[in-house]
Nanobody, 121 residues
Framework: VQLVESGGGLVQPGGSLRLSCVAS????????MGWARQVPGKGLEWVSG???????YYPDSGKGRFAISRDNAKNTVYLQMNSLKPEDTAVYYC????????????????WGKGTLVTVSS
């Protein structure tokens, strides 16, 4: 299983970014996919998830600002982030799991290397 994230970078507060994660070497459409983030020195935080059915999960911190989607034909999951805040600065990781579930992110077994998002003026 390989997961490769892209789309991170520097953005001003209030701006937007779209992260992408391309998956390979597994039956993508049968897997739950998710995005989590980590600030150095702090724990991992789930920001969104999407089941194979297309049902989505968002914690309260991301509702209304983040949107996850998947394109099974391209083996890709996206995270659209709007109205970004400095506290959204983190390394964002893509993850997958055949039986993944939220809010805890159980069974999310495979992880990408992450992409850094910096929100700063």
């Amino acid at each position: 299983v390989q997961l490769v994230e892209s789309g991170g970078g520097l953005v001003q507060p209030g701006g937007s970014l779209r992260l992408s994660c391309v998956a390979s070497e597994f039956a993508f459409n049968n897997y739950a996919m998710g995005w989590a983030r980590q600030v150095p020195g702090k724990g991992l935080e789930w920001v969104s998830g999407i089941y194979s059915s297309g049902r989505t999960y968002y914690p309260d911190s991301g509702k209304g600002r983040f949107a996850i989607s998947r394109d099974n034909a391209k083996n890709t999951v996206y995270l659209q982030m709007n109205s970004l805040k400095p506290e959204d600065t983190a390394v964002y990781y893509c993850a997958s799991g055949r039986f993944g579930r939220w809010p805890g992110g159980e069974n999310m077994n495979y992880w990408g290397k992450g992409t850094l998002v910096t929100v700063s003026s």
